[in-house]
């Protein structure tokens, strides 16, 4: 049995094996390596983000996650949540978080995509607390776990679309970007109607974008729900999330 150390919340977590320190160190030997300080000022400029950037773009962070995470499988649960959460909360670069991300989600780990995931993915959600991280968790985490467990999940993120906390009440509504012919749409319903003009956030762009963009995924699968449904909700709809919404449909 691995050896216990206690966590940030005060619990105790196994401490990690040659695997999970060995993967966390690759990553950030290769991501300082990669590093293009030109590019940097101007990637944090453009996210607006307090941390600051080392200037890894999209592909090669992708080519950099895939072979580190290839060579360095994790042996279980435990040690993946360790890895996560040590490129997570220790990150001092962005792209740190986005590598925490894409371990997060990687194929090789599917067999973790459940209801005990949704408590990381809270902690993400709630800490990251910006569009780049949380489109990508809600579409391509939370998303698969409620297909897979609706009867657990729904009532979750129907929990979530009435947060206090506006990103995790944005999760709640592009959770289902990607369920297309699978989209519960009463679950839909439900978290876009919370979010309305006149809810706690319903004024905030990102939670109006969120809105059309979630109606708009779903009107190519169903474009006479959503007609119906901005129909039926004209007055709390925001002009930004009804144009989103119609985009395609000519409303």
Known sequence: MAPEMEDDDGGSTPAPVAEATQLVAAVRDRLRAAADPAKAPRMQAYMKSAMPYLGVSSQ??????????????????????????????????????????????????????????????????????????????????????????PEITSPVMRSWARDGQLWVRRTAILCQLSSKGETDADLLA????????GSLHGKKFFIRKAIGWALREYAKTNPDWVLTFARDNEKGLSPLSRREALKHLGG
């Open 60 to 149: 090669p962070h992708k080519l950099i996650c895939r072979e580190v995470f290839a060579g360095h499988p994790l042996p279980d649960r435990a040690q993946w949540e360790w890895a996560v959460r040590q490129l997570w909360d220790g990150a001092t670069f962005r792209e740190e978080r986005y590598a925490a991300v894409e371990l997060l989600i990687h194929r090789l780990y599917c067999g973790y995509q459940d209801e005990q995931t949704l408590t990381l993915y809270r902690h993400l959600v709630e800490t990251g607390a910006w569009w780049d991280f949380i489109d990508v968790i809600a579409s391509h985490g939370v998303g698969p776990i409620l297909r897979a467990e």
């Open 190 to 197: 439900d978290v876009v109607g919370v979010n309305l003009s």
